[in-house]
Structures are given as C-alpha cells and as structure tokens.
C-alpha cells in the first residue's frame, strides 16, 4: 500500500507524542529508588567497582548506547552479552561492581539467570524495567524505574515508547552522576580526543587567536584617531591598549567604544584614546580551551576577547565571528 502524506504525518506525529508521554510519566514517577541508584553507582564507580549493562534483543541496544554515555563522563562501564556470560563472559565480572540489568517485562529468562549468577560476583543488581512487580525488580538490589502508558507501535508488539523511557532514563542518570563526579569541559574534552568533537573540544585559544597584523595593539597614550587608524587597518572590531610603562594591557577600544566617543564632541578625535577606552576588559589566556572562549562571549555578550600570556600582556585576539567557522559553537 502506497504512503499517503497526510497518513504518514499523522502516523509518525502520533508515534512521537505517545513517547513523549512516556518520558513525561516517568519523569514524574522518579522518586528516592533513584536517588538510591544514583548513589549506589557512585560508591561502587568510586573505588575499584566499575558498572556493568545488560540486555536482550531490543534492550541489548539501550544497554550498549548507555555504555558508552557512561564511559564518556569518566564511569568506567562495559556490556555484558546475557548469553555469552554464561560462556565465559563472567571473567569481566569482580566483586564490588554494580550491574544495570534491561529488561522491559523484567521477566527475560536470560536476564533473569544472568542476575541469579552475578550474585555470586558479590555483583550488586540494578533492575531497569517498566513492571515494579516483576522478578527482575522484585530480586533485584535496585529499581530504576520508568513508566510506560503504551507502546506507540499500532500492533503493541514493536518496543517503541518502551525503549525511549529507558534510554532516556539512561541518560537522566549518567547527567546526575557528571554532575555528582564535577566533570568539566577540559575532562570532557579528555575523553573524545578524536573525531569533531574531540577537535573542537581540545582546541586551544593559541590555535584560533588573531596574531601578527590581525592584532591591533597600541599604547593607550595615543590619540583616539591613531588607535581607530590601526584598528581599520588590522581589519578588527576593537584594539588592545597597553600601558607604556609595563606593556601590561590597560584596556580595549572596540567599535561601539568608537561610536559612544564620537558623541563627546567635537574634537574626540584628537583625545587619548584611553579616554574612551574600556578599562580592565574580559580577557583569556592562549592555553585556555577554545569553548571557554565560547562561554565568555556568550557569558557577557561581547565580540572581542584579548589574549593575554601569563605576564598579563596582549598576544592575541579572538574575534566571535572567527567562531563559527570553526564549528566550536
């Protein structure tokens, strides 16, 4: 049968708010189980414990997906294949881990045996299902629980809302634990050093500044018209000012300084230029991280931010329009 637009749109907009109903009602059913599963995977994940996931089937992918999110934030995390621990697999397992076992109907005849055998790991159970009655949950240490009105496959057959509450609960957990663990962007960027992300992540300020003739540079002592002069000509939207007894930057004169001066009077032109100038400027450091530049400008809405070494003077500057041809933001 031909797909109809109109059909199609229905059908899939009706797919997409019957998981959206999922995840809304398992948000309000979290209550202190999870607050207990939380804690739990931090006291074990905080000493040599590591988390172990485990699924079947459609769950099997939620697991594997949750890995690596976890892995990501620094929890050390593996998968385990529920038929394969029972061949030889189990040699991952060690006393004092911890174990998110998947499974929907909480009555999967693997996962249900895998639980009996990680037992005797001294392995403490983390049930992830829909069904709080069911053995998984009721034989397990811990439920993490998530809450399911209906499947959005027509047939009530296909795991859909079911599968959405469960990673998206993955997910809830793995944010608690970053924020929990104090994981930064420069931790982060440690854990994804390759690929765009791990570029972007890792790019330092010394790699994106605007140095040599890009860089207007002056003492704040000359004119208003000399510091406007050098500024057009290093083709910038503002100028960094030093003091000409330390070299140390004093201060910035950007293009709306330039307007707001220009409004003095008339003789603005000929006046020092730190006259204008904004004193004690937003500045960065050329080790610091390329996405910390990010977070200043969008922290203070500016567009200029001078780079300063470690003695305090100007060595660069990163110009928010150079930003998004670098992907960063």
Do not use: W
């Not at 739990?40 to 459609?58: P, R, Y």
């Not at 939620?62 to 621990?85: E, R, Y």
């Not at 293009?255 to 204008?276: E, H, Y």
Request: some cysteine; charged content about 20%.
């Amino acid at each position: 049968m031909a797909i109809s637009p109109k059909s199609a749109l229905q059908r899939a907009r009706t797919c997409l708010s019957i998981e959206q109903d999922a995840i809304a009602a398992t948000s309000q059913s979290l209550d202190k189980k999870f607050v207990a599963v939380a804690r739990a995977i931090e006291e074990a994940t905080a000493g040599q414990g590591k988390l172990i996931c485990s699924g079947v089937g459609k769950s099997a992918h939620i697991a594997q997906k949750l890995v690596g999110t976890f892995n990501s934030i620094g929890v050390t995390t593996c998968f385990l294949d529920a038929t394969q621990a029972l061949h030889g697999d189990l040699g991952i397992c060690s006393s004092g881990d911890i174990a998110i076992l998947f499974s929907n109907s909480g009555q999967t005849e693997e996962i249900l045996r895998l639980m009996t055998t990680l037992r005797r790991f001294n392995v403490t159970v983390i049930a992830c299902t829909s069904h709080a009655e069911s053995d998984l949950a009721r034989e397990s240490d811990h439920q993490l629980l998530y809450a399911v009105p209906r499947e959005a496959c027509p047939l009530a057959l296909a795991p859909t809302a079911s599968t959405t509450a469960a990673l998206a609960l993955g997910d809830a957990l793995a944010m608690v634990l970053l924020q929990a663990r104090g994981v930064t962007r420069e931790d982060f960027a440690q854990y994804h050093p390759a690929g765009n992300l791990g570029r972007v992540l890792l790019l330092r300020i010394a790699d994106i500044m605007r140095t040599g003739d890009r860089l207007a540079v002056a003492k704040d002592t000359i004119t208003t018209q000399n510091a406007i002069l050098r500024l057009t000509k290093a083709k910038s939207g503002s100028i960094a000012l030093v003091s000409p007894r330390t070299g140390k930057l004093s201060g910035i004169l950007t293009d709306g300084d330039f307007r707001r001066a220009a409004l003095s009077g008339p003789n603005f032109l000929s006046k020092p230029v730190k006259t204008f100038m904004t004193k004690k400027p937003k500045t960065i450091r050329e080790d610091a991280l390329g996405v910390e530049a990010l977070r200043i400008f969008e922290s203070h809405q500016i567009d200029d931010l001078i780079v300063v070494n470690r003695a305090g003077n100007p060595v660069g500057l990163v110009d928010g329009q150079d930003l998004p041809k670098l992907k960063i933001v």
